[in-house]
């Protein structure tokens, strides 16, 4: 049953500005080579999940770091005109900004170097500072580009929360590293793609068999057996949900991709959405791939991130 009060999300994660260069190809090794368009973009995992769900119609508020500097003053002037409160992004002396150079081939496939910069910085008595935020909030989103100790904390005071069960932690285990078992004891959803479920696993995916045993490995460790839930991105190919009842393919939405940054983004931002308005996990699943497929239609990750009124018709024209 849906809820008929605003959806709380809080999200705990990277604020960055994204430096986009468009080229015919990335460069090889010692290579230069001339491009053809460049594009600023505020970014930062945290900050575009935040701005997915903003957009799909949650309350949202963000937990972060940026510098004193103009890129984060960017950053906090774009929280508000998404309407993300952004009381518990701390604007710090001692470092810059988080950075990220992107280069877009023409088929939207992308390649990423991320230079965090101030969300390393951020610790868990920023964290503290929020931590009424995180306990009222009904799902908290986590990514990996801040220090795994510090979204740890925040997960910790999301499962202590006076809710029943807790508020639910999402965690989006990009970009992959390996995680410890205290942090997944946290976490109720788990959402990574499959270069992430092999480094997380330890197991190769060559098939849908590969794909559900290193799900299943994956979900042993989560908070509780019997309702953790492993959701493994596969892009064009859609989801595979893992529940301890089930395990399903939920199909991608067919689209022309111009850039694939925020697919992933978009996707947790309205699968966290959906879940905190009371969807069910299949439902909402089915929306966060509708966000995740309307997002790769334009380029730049935080312009990518849908609206709601996008995603219906993404979903309507589907039918």
């Known amino acids: 049953m849906k809820n008929s009060r605003t959806p709380k999300v809080a999200v705990v994660g990277s604020l960055n500005i994204d430096l986009v260069c468009h080229a015919m190809r990335r460069p090889d090794k010692g290579e230069t080579i001339i491009g053809n368009a460049f594009d600023i973009f505020t970014g930062g995992k945290g900050f575009n999940q935040a701005t997915a769900a ?52 023409p088929d939207g496939d992308n390649s990423i170097i991320v230079v965090p910069r101030a969300n390393m910085a951020l610790t868990a008595s920023d964290i503290d500072a929020a931590a009424d935020a995180i306990a009222d909030a009904d799902v908290l989103l986590l990514q990996l580009e801040t220090p795994v100790e510090t979204s740890e904390h925040a997960a910790a005071i999301a499962k202590g929360s006076r809710k029943n069960g807790g508020t639910t932690v999402i965690l989006n285990p990009a970009p992959a590293q390996p995680l410890p078992d205290s942090l997944l004891a946290h976490v109720d959803i788990l959402t990574p793609n499959q270069s992430e ?24 460790r989560m908070v509780d057996a019997a309702t953790s839930v492993v959701v493994l991105t596969l892009g064009e190919q859609g989801a595979l949900i893992l529940t301890a009842t089930a395990s399903e393919r939920i199909h991608a939405f067919p689209v022309e991709a111009v850039d694939t940054t925020g697919a992933g983004d978009a996707f947790c931002g309205a699968l966290a959405t959906a879940l905190a308005n009371g969807e069910t996990l299949f439902s909402a699943i089915a929306f966060a791939n509708a966000a995740g497929a309307a997002a790769v239609t334009v380029v730049g990750a935080t312009p990518s991130m849908p609206t709601r009124a996008k995603v219906d018709l993404l979903r309507s024209q589907s039918h």
Do not use: C, W
Request: glycine share 10%; hydrophobic share 40%; proline share 1%.
């Open 54 to 105: 903003a957009r799909l119609g949650a309350e949202v508020t963000l937990v972060g770091s940026v510098g004193a500097d103009p890129f984060g003053e960017m950053l906090l002037t774009a929280t508000e005109n998404e309407h993300i409160d952004s009381r518990f992004v701390r604007k710090r002396t001692d470092t810059g900004t988080g950075v990220a150079t992107i280069v877009i081939e």
């Open 197 to 220: 479920t092999e480094l997380l696993s330890g197991m190769q995916i060559n098939n849908e068999e590969g794909a559900h045993n290193a799900a299943e490995a994956l979900r042993a």
